[in-house]
T-cell receptor, first 115, second 113 residues
Framework: DSGVTQTPKHLITATGQRVTLRCSPR?????VYWYQQSLDQGLQFLIQ???????AKGNILERFSAQQFPDLHSELNLSSLELGDSALYFC??????????????FGPGTRLTVL | KNQVEQSPQSLIILEGKNCTLQ??????????LRWYKQDTGRGPVSLTI?????NTKSNGRYTATLDADTKQSSLHITASQLSDSASYIC????????????FGKGTSLLVTP
């Protein structure tokens, strides 16, 4: 158990809908990262938050947005869902702002299926 | 083009045998290289982290090597066990972009009895 929790574990929805994925980082970790992993694809970095502020952006679509709250949990919002958004979404946390030689701990993931 | 390439894409070995997975990267400037193990449907778990000054790092039966000059790394698994069946992902951190991580697509390893 990495100490990172994600809810829900599974999510099935229809095209055009909007969903929210939730992540609670390890106790004491200030950075939260979101990743997308599609079938047969590597992990794609979406976005990072550090202590409530957006720190880095990767290949995140405009239909997707995220935020980190004062209690450090984070939510990833996916809207106008398309079939291609079906994937595993992972949250990871780490103690510091950057990943230089710092461990990154991954949650169990949320499997999103868009029908 | 992906800056981190892994080979082979998949591998099947018998329990008890050794195997070596390869990672070539073009990420520059280099900060560090990580190997993760990802069981099917679960989040990746870190095995090793190495900077350019570290040539070898071990974690139990897992030994990673790094040649920063040729930009190659390998992960050697000794005396494989059924529980080693997983995807092994090579990740290279870039020094000048907030140490952003570049992920390989992974090598899928199946250990059979």
């Amino acid at each position: 158990d990495s100490g990172v929790t994600q809810t829900p574990k599974h999510l099935i929805t229809a095209t055009g809908q909007r969903v929210t994925l939730r992540c609670s980082p390890r106790s004491g970790d200030l950075s939260v990262y979101w990743y997308q992993q599609s079938l047969d694809q590597g992990l794609q970095f979406l976005i990072q938050y550090y202590n409530g502020e957006e720190r880095a952006k990767g290949n995140i679509l405009e239909r997707f947005s995220a935020q980190q709250f004062p209690d450090l949990h984070s939510e990833l919002n996916l809207s106008s869902l398309e079939l291609g958004d079906s994937a595993l979404y992972f949250c990871a946390s780490s103690p510091r702002e950057t990943l230089y030689y710092n461990e990154q701990f991954f949650g169990p993931g949320t499997r999103l299926t868009v029908l | 083009k992906n800056q981190v390439e892994q080979s082979p894409q998949s591998l099947i070995i018998l329990e008890g045998k050794n195997c070596t997975l390869q990672c070539n990267y073009t990420v520059s400037p280099f900060s560090n290289l990580r190997w993760y193990k990802q069981d099917t449907g679960r989040g990746p778990v870190s095995l090793t982290i190495m900077t350019f000054s570290e040539n070898t790092k071990s974690n139990g039966r897992y030994t990673a090597t790094l040649d920063a000059d040729t930009k190659q790394s390998s992960l050697h698994i000794t005396a494989s066990q059924l529980s080693d069946s997983a995807s092994y992902i090579c990740v290279v951190s870039q020094a000048n972009s907030g140490y952003a991580l570049n992920f390989g697509k992974g090598t899928s390893l199946l250990v059979t009895p």
